[in-house]
């Protein structure tokens, strides 16, 4: 599968902490995205990184890109109650679909 | 500019009738694509469509399941005769020609059924 896995599956922390998760992927890729969910709702993009390169950054957003390692993290700085979500890694295939990973929880306590 | 509309937010079916779920992508998108999300589990990718066209349905279950996105009008996830391992929560998403484009979701619809 071409299904991307994030580590930790949950990851509890006090705001303020920052908060680090990671991605591992098993193919090649073009692109590597970030993604964010809010329970019941539908995802949001939070940040994509393309294959040639290797760190980039959006808000209290860094995302690193280790295409030798196929891995990529996430880290969020300063965290926020409202960051409380869970995230996601999605990979681009052969004809532009994406496949998503299996998700961190991500609990961040007042 | 109205996003993903996905409709309807809930559904419940009986074991054995069709489901069929709405997905109305982002205006000026022509890309739309099907996850599917059980509790506490990430999104499984179903089906890729182009307008009129099927990209990839690696996804898709072998029966009962199909998609289909027209020239006009919504893109279309059918379920027929429902069993209560179809329940979940089905997710669309939408994103411009060209590829390599992040993806817009919408809120999703969520089937039970019973």
């Known amino acids: 599968s071409q299904q991307g896995e994030e580590d930790p599956q949950a990851l509890s922390i006090q705001e303020g902490e920052n908060a680090t998760m990671n991605c591992s992927y098993k193919?090649?890729?073009?692109?590597l995205q970030w993604y964010r969910q809010n329970s019941g709702r539908g995802l949001v993009h939070l940040i994509l990184?393309?294959?040639?390169?290797r760190e980039k950054h959006s808000g209290r957003l860094r995302v690193t890109l280790d295409t030798s390692k196929k891995s990529s993290s996430l880290l969020i700085t300063a965290s926020r109650a409202a960051d409380t979500a869970s995230y996601f890694c999605a990979t681009d295939g052969s004809r532009n679909q994406f496949y998503f990973g299996t998700g961190t929880s991500l609990t961040v306590i007042p | 500019n109205a996003g993903v509309m996905q409709n309807p937010r809930h559904l419940v079916r009986r074991r054995g009738q069709e489901a069929r779920l709405r997905c109305s992508p982002m205006?000026?998108?022509?890309?739309v694509y099907w996850y599917r999300q059980l509790p506490e589990e990430g999104l499984k990718f179903m089906v890729y469509l182009q307008k009129e066209n099927i990209i990839d349905e690696s996804g898709m279950p072998k029966e009962r399941f199909s998609a289909e996105f027209p020239k006009e009008g919504p893109s279309i996830l059918r379920i027929q005769q429902v069993v209560r391992g179809d329940s979940a929560a089905y997710f669309c998403a939408s994103s411009p020609p060209g590829g390599h484009s992040p993806l817009h979701f919408g809120n999703g619809t969520r089937l039970t059924v019973t």
């Open positions: 990184i393309r294959s040639n390169e």
């Open positions: 205006k000026g998108h022509s890309h």
């Open positions: 193919t090649s890729i073009n692109n």
